[in-house]
Nanobody
């Protein structure tokens, strides 16, 4: 059983910063890509940023220059540093990992989500 647990969401004023964390646990053999997605009310879930096991990164246009994704392979953790936050960044942020468990093939796993609200 694999679990992804996020933390770090909350309420922040426009222009502020937040750091999201996500830790994966369970019978994990290897984690390939880890990513952050977000879903605002009435909108589809969208990719915010992704990072491979080799630390190659990919960002949504809306996140470039403001957000930084990083990971700690030893702790099976991924982080999202969000700066210069805007009201339109308000959403539930989900951690995602594409990984292999012992004895199973690779699959996608999701965290429960953490709310980020940007408002004055």
């Amino acid at each position: 059983q694999v679990q992804l647990v996020e933390s770090g969401g909350g309420l922040v004023q426009p222009g502020g910063s937040l750091r999201l964390s996500c830790a994966a646990s369970g019978s994990i053999l290897s984690i390939y890509t880890m990513a952050w997605y977000r879903q605002a009310p009435g909108k589809p879930r969208e990719l915010v940023a992704a990072i491979t096991s080799g630390s190659s990164t990919n960002y949504a246009a809306s996140a470039k220059g403001r957000f930084t994704i990083s990971r700690n392979n030893g702790n099976n953790a991924v982080y999202l540093q969000m700066n210069s936050l805007k009201p339109e960044d308000t959403a539930v942020y989900y951690c995602n990992a594409f990984l292999t468990q012992y004895g199973l093939g690779p699959d996608d796993y999701w965290g429960q989500g953490t709310q980020v609200t940007v408002s004055s």
